[in-house]
């Protein structure tokens, strides 16, 4: 049967209407390809899969001819039978190109390798490829690279976005970051405190510190609430509280774990599962952490992972690292537009063809995102097949901002960053940059702190306004004690949506469709990163992701998804080697809790 109709569309005011018309047709073909693509004729000897092909020949005034199950002609009633065609010849100026669903039209070559986000994961794919002299373009929504590992200046002074220690032991990363920076990385001692009740305690916890610093009829309470603990526990344990209670007390529960834990993820720690406890505080029990202490420092430290003593910081904070492996990557070829933000990503059945970022159309061969996967499924163009558009509710975020105050003074106090676990101080941590790097901070006579509150987008604390949140800072630090309130000279304040991707009931089934699409619909698409995958990572993990991924474009063929925090990466190791992936990124990746079902699954 040979084709039975033909519509022809042009650029004058009545073919906005035609359009409309092709629209349904669009959509016609697409929904009938989700289910079988058996049916489709070859079109100029390719053949044609989906929706998006219409936009691939719109330019070139080729013909189409797929067989539908029904006609495209209106009015619906007379949708047809099965086994009819269409015939639709679109001509070049359809005038849906400007209201925004064509891609481009320009006739630039696809780049080798499109990458969505110049954060971690985006910029070492391109510092990777442009390694191999692979090109490749980044497309990045800010004004500056980094991400969420970027440093923010101020009138010279710079901050992070929380504070960023490079600690890996992944030797690919850390020889990445001595290749990059050389001497500009610098070995930074930590100390860290929590404030609790007008007291520092050593953090990580040191049972001795902590009891003497509690005072004798404290810590005698604490004591007898451990002993109750030990001889009646919480059974089952169901949750966080009950797994730290078990083990520390509930009266240590209270003052060490229960307020921090609950103003980072926003939810009550009898709402959070124990094995994120298990993870966390592996290995950690008042009985332990007194042994320890007994035995003296040195001894059984090994025992203990949480302490680490020393990290690397780059002496101009984190975004010295970024900024650089951005003029390396661009020396060698590669492309990382600014200001450019991804609103379009074009598809069809079988690939990804181009993006549209900031108004301008690039088309690729290959694309590696570090988008949020919950913002890539929406910029999806024609929209995500039913199934992966259910995801999006899937994804769910905590967010963050930081309070950068600058302060009169010097050697304020000895600590990288405290935490505050006073119920009362709605801050969650207090950097002090100075402590980072001397270098943060362009007069030694100041010092640059970072108030870091968590919340969630459009919360109270997220809609205060920036005089509002400065001086809800300057109040807290001198609150605590930490300076007087007429040595706050300045401050700025940045807001950071989707700071941490949440591990809820939900998030595995979003990821489950999202990998789906990309075998069955995209597979020249590969996810990196943190929420670009939806992982609770540090940046040596995104750095690896971003650095395979680039690899796989060149013809790897490295599994992404088993980079996990259970993983590990020895260079020379062949990735098909199934040991090949163990314990280091393990050792410095944070550790997320997920929530107790509400639906009773696991
Ligand atoms: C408070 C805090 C403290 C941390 N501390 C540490 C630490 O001590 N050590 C450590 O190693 N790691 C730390 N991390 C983790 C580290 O920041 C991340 O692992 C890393 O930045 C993730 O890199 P990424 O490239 O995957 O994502 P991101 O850094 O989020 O980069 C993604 C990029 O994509 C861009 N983007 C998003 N949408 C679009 C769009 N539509 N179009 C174009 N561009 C877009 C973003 O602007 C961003 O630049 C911390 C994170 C936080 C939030």
């Known amino acids: 049967m040979g084709p039975k109709n033909s519509l022809t569309v042009s650029a004058d005011r009545a073919a906005i209407t035609r359009a409309a018309q ?66 639709v010849q679109l001509m070049k100026s359809l005038p849906m190109s400007k209201g925004g669903y064509l891609p481009p039209e320009g006739k630039q070559p696809a780049v080798p390798v499109v990458i969505l986000g110049a954060g971690p994961a985006g910029l070492s794919a391109a510092y990777e490829l442009s390694n191999h002299d692979v ?101 089952p344990e169901r949750s966080f509280e009950d797994w730290v209670s078990n083990r520390f007390g509930s009266r240590l529960f209270e003052m060490f774990f229960r307020t921090y834990t609950e103003k980072v993820w926003g939810m009550p720690c009898d709402q959070i599962r124990p094995e994120w406890a298990a993870q966390r505080i592996r290995g950690l029990s008042l009985s332990s952490l007194l042994r320890h202490s007994l035995a ?10 949480t302490l680490v003593e020393e990290f690397h910081y780059p002496r101009r904070g984190p975004g010295m690292m970024w900024t650089r492996v951005r003029e390396l990557a661009e020396t060698r070829g590669a492309r990382v537009l600014l200001s450019k933000p991804v609103e379009r990503v074009f598809w069809r ?16 061969e290959s694309f590696i995102s570090s988008l949020p996967i919950r913002n890539l499924i929406r910029s999806l163009e024609p929209a995500a097949p039913a199934y992966l558009r259910r995801a999006t509710e899937d994804f769910h975020y905590r967010d963050f901002l930081t309070v950068a105050l600058i302060v009169r003074g010097k050697n304020l106090f000895p600590d990288n960053w405290i ?29 640059c702190l970072g108030l870091e509150y968590f919340c969630f987008e459009n919360d109270g604390l997220w809609n205060l306004s920036d005089a509002e949140l400065l001086a809800l800072a300057a109040s807290e630090l001198t609150e605590l004690g930490l300076v007087k309130k007429d040595d706050v000279v300045d401050g700025a304040v940045v807001r950071v949506p989707k700071a941490y991707p949440i591990y809820d009931e939900h998030y595995q089934r979003g990821l489950a469709a999202m990998r789906r699409f990309m075998e069955e619909d995209a597979p020249n698409l590969q996810l ?56 280091q990124l393990a050792q410095t990746q944070p550790i997320t809790p997920r929530a107790i079902s509400t639906s009773g699954s696991s």
Request: aromatic fraction near 10%; charge should be positive; charged fraction near 25%.
């Open 22 to 87: 092709v629209w349904t047709i669009a959509r016609s073909i697409r929904e009938y390809f989700h289910t079988s693509d058996n049916m489709v004729r070859t079109i100029s000897g390719s053949r044609l899969v989906s929706q998006a092909d219409l936009v691939l020949i719109v330019p070139l005034k080729l013909e189409i001819t797929v067989v539908l199950p029904y006609t495209y002609s209106e009015p619906r009633s007379r949708l047809g039978r099965s086994g009819r065609s269409i015939n």
């Open 135 to 235: 090109e490749s373009v980044v497309l990045e929504q800010d004004a500056v690279v980094g991400g969420l590992a970027r440093s923010v200046e101020y009138k010279g002074y710079l901050f992070d976005i929380g504070g960023h220690r490079f600690f890996t032991r992944v030797p690919l990363i850390e020889k990445m970051w001595r290749e990059v920076l050389g001497d500009d990385l610098l070995t930074r001692p930590r100390l860290s405190r929590i404030y609790y009740r007008s007291r520092f305690f050593r953090y990580p916890l040191d049972a001795t510190d902590a009891l003497a610093g509690l005072g004798p009829l404290e810590a005698l309470r604490c004591m007898a609430s451990f002993a109750r603990a030990r001889f009646s526990p919480r059974w």
């Open 296 to 305: 003296g420092r040195g001894n059984g430290r090994k025992a203990i992972r």
């Open 349 to 364: 059945k079988g690939a990804v063809l181009a993006v549209q970022a900031g108004g301008e159309s690039i088309r690729g």
């Open 419 to 447: 935490y505050i676990h006073d119920p009362k101080f709605k801050v969650g941590r207090i950097q002090n940059f100075n402590n980072w790097s001397p270098d943060m901070t362009p007069d030694p006579e100041t010092t």
């Open 528 to 583: 990196v990163g943190r929420n670009g995958m939806h992982r609770y990572n540090n940046q040596d993990h995104s750095m690896l992701t971003g650095i395979l991924a680039a690899r796989n474009a060149m013809g790897a063929r490295y599994d992404l998804w088993s980079v996990n925090v259970d993983a590990d990466y020895l260079e020379e190791r062949s990735p098909a080697e199934p040991d090949a992936w163990h314990w």
